[in-house]
């Protein structure tokens, strides 16, 4: 059975060639090479030791009955064929290191630095046979898996050398022989609100793949959930369109496990997609394979990694996990060119979740855990993780192409952030009310000097919502709510219009340099006077808090939309935030307990089929 197809760049997906193949090394390849296949000159070598390309056979050691696999590969001329096991000698030790102060709520995750210490990497020939043809020939070179040292990480790979002139290379696939197998098929669900281009083209993107590929068509199932009411079947003619009541993300996703359950008689797993990743749809093909083997059916699910859309070589995150109060984003900011990356990426790391721009999982976790929570947005995939993921399997090859989420700031997310974060951490990692508190003062007094005021007060209603506990979910008007809040947020201007304002947005201020006592007291120079300047220029996020120090006036930038917001120093609201911290240490004290306790209660209730479908107005 075919577990995978070896793939080619292209213009349409990714033209990083060193993502895909290596020629002596290097990703110089032609694009969409599979409809000419990749020539080779004599003594030149082909390898797939990539991103794409590679099997992480350790994945499949872990999670899967497979032991029996095999290349074959398609090839023209006059070669050395081989399969090839790259890896490292004994550990490989990932040294972390905060870059960033974490404080819930905030979208920043913490980066971390890889280092291979003092570890030989390995290469080892599993299989080679030799080709000498005039026309296209398959070949087979079979191996076992379960041989390998567990502490040795690394990856399988295929490598042609070629002996000739004019050798071609036209693909390859992955196989095993063994048909211990459990049926698959995924429900993919895409929720969309009035992205009519982005969900088009990645609904085109799976239904091309299935029409291409007949051996997996009948394992998977589209279901698009219009949020937004403004599209016609017609435009996505591979998908099951469900107009939806506007309920955010996690009002789309679950309205879309729902369809996937109903038709429990047809699929056996879920799949929640963004609707404006970038992939390569033979992931699709790797994720069914790894489902299809598993050794406890039901209880492994399949995430992606993050690629950057802009430098996909890039890999900012490989499953994360959440201590209550910081985010650690593992495997972040990866160069997947580089081999050392890959056989990083290899290193088995616990995950609490993967993020739902791509995450599969069993209908079987709606039986013994519920629905999601309905959260509107943010935190319903960590949530949700917690609640319902046990082992999740994040590998090399599996990975979307996003936006950073600093591209998509908007103030009003603050205040979701906060709130949906209190119910995550009071029903997974309750810790009492001072955990609480503290967060409350740390992010307070960032936004406070930020001259951020809006963004403070979304905290405090974040707060207050919090306490009125399960019974503020209950009969919250979601979707009034969010309109409410949107209205408020703080008037954004084009550079155009800053410009005409007299604000050159084109340069950010430098951070300034201050002491960490000092900074803290005097409110990184809030209590002092201003520098004089008339403003300031800094970024919407990624900014440092230096950039903020003694300003007057802030002109807060977003490079990737080109849009901003100006702030002004109000050394009264100051005095403000400190009473309002003040009334909610009474608050928390005597209502955290009520609220968590509330939550823990009621969250079958809120969880259940009942209660999505008086939100979702199903009847």
């Known amino acids: 059975m075919k577990l995978y197809q070896m793939v080619f760049p292209s213009t349409t997906i990714c033209d990083k060639g060193a993502l895909y193949y290596r020629i002596d090394g290097n990703g110089q390849i032609p694009l969409d090479g599979y409809s000419k296949g990749i020539t080779l000159h004599n003594g030149q070598t082909l390898s797939t030791d990539t991103y794409y390309n590679c099997l992480s056979y350790a994945t499949y050691c872990q999670y899967t009955n497979i032991n029996n696999m095999s290349i074959a590969a398609t090839i023209q001329g006059k070669a050395t064929v081989k399969a090839m096991r ?154 099951t369109l469900i107009p939806n009541a506007n309920l955010g993300g996690s009002g789309g996703f679950t309205r879309g496990i729902m369809e996937v359950y109903a038709r429990k008689d047809q699929y056996t797993h879920f799949l929640v997609m963004d609707d404006d990743i970038v992939f390569e749809p033979e992931i699709l093909r790797k994720t069914i394979s790894l489902l299809r083997y598993e050794k406890q059916r039901g209880n492994l699910s399949v995430g992606a990694g993050m690629l950057q859309i802009n430098q996909p070589n890039c890999q900012l995150e490989g499953g994360t996990t959440w201590d209550g109060i910081s985010f650690h984003a593992k495997k972040s900011n990866f160069d997947l060119l580089d081999i050392n990356a890959l056989l990083a990426n290899e290193v088995p790391q616990k995950v609490a979740y993967s993020g739902w721009w791509y995450m599969c999982m069993s209908v079987d976790k709606v039986d013994k855990h519920g629905l999601p929570l309905p959260l509107f947005i943010k935190w319903d995939d960590v949530e949700y993780g917690h609640r319902c993921c046990t082992d999740i399997a994040i590998t090399n090859g599996i990975g979307v192409m996003h936006e950073p989420f600093d591209h998509k700031y908007s103030a009003h997310l603050e205040y979701y952030s906060l709130r949906n974060g209190l119910y995550t951490y009071a029903l997974h990692k309750n810790k009492g009310m001072m955990g609480a508190y503290k967060r409350l003062f740390r992010l307070t007094a960032y936004r406070t000097t930020q001259q951020r005021y809006y963004e403070t007060d979304l905290i405090f209603r974040a707060y207050n919502d919090f306490l009125r506990g399960a019974k503020f979910l209950l009969n919250c008007n979601g979707e009034a709510l969010n309109t409410a809040l949107i209205k408020s947020n703080y008037p954004q201007y084009t550079k155009e219009q800053l410009e005409e304002q007299g604000y050159n947005v084109d340069q950010f201020y430098p951070p300034v340099k201050v002491n960490l006592l000092w900074s803290a007291l005097t409110l990184n120079g809030y209590l002092l006077p201003t520098d004089g300047k008339k403003y300031r220029v800094v970024p919407v996020a990624n900014y440092n808090m230096g950039q903020y120090y003694r300003a007057k006036r802030v002109v807060n930038f977003n490079p990737a939309t080109q849009k901003g917001f100006v702030t002004v120093q109000r050394r009264g609201q100051l005095v403000k935030t400190a009473f309002r911290l003040f009334g909610m240490w009474f608050k928390l004290f005597f209502g955290y307990r009520r609220a968590a306790k509330s939550m823990k209660k009621q969250l079958t209730r809120l969880t259940s089929f009942e209660n999505w479908r008086k939100l979702l107005k199903i009847d």
């Open 86 to 239: 790259v890896f490292t000698e004994g550990n490989i030790e990932l040294n972390e290191r905060k870059k960033s102060d974490f404080v819930m709520g905030n979208d920043k995750t913490t980066d971390y630095t890889t280092i291979l210490l003092s570890k030989q990497v390995q290469r080892q020939v599993l299989a080679t046979t030799e080709v000498d043809c005039s026309s296209p020939r398959t070949v087979t070179l079979d191996f076992a898996i379960d041989g390998f040292d567990s502490k040795e990480y690394g990856v399988i790979y295929l490598e042609a050398t070629a002996n000739a002139d004019n050798v071609v290379f036209w693909g390859a696939e992955y196989l095993t022989q063994d048909n211990n197998c459990h049926n698959v098929k995924v429900g993919v669900v895409i929720c969309t609100f009035k992205r009519e281009q982005y969900v088009k083209q990645t609904v085109s993107t799976v239904g091309n793949f299935l029409q291409q590929n007949a051996d997996i068509s009948d394992n998977l199932g589209i279901f698009v959930i219009d949020n937004g009411k403004t599209l016609s079947q017609e435009d996505v003619p591979y998908a």
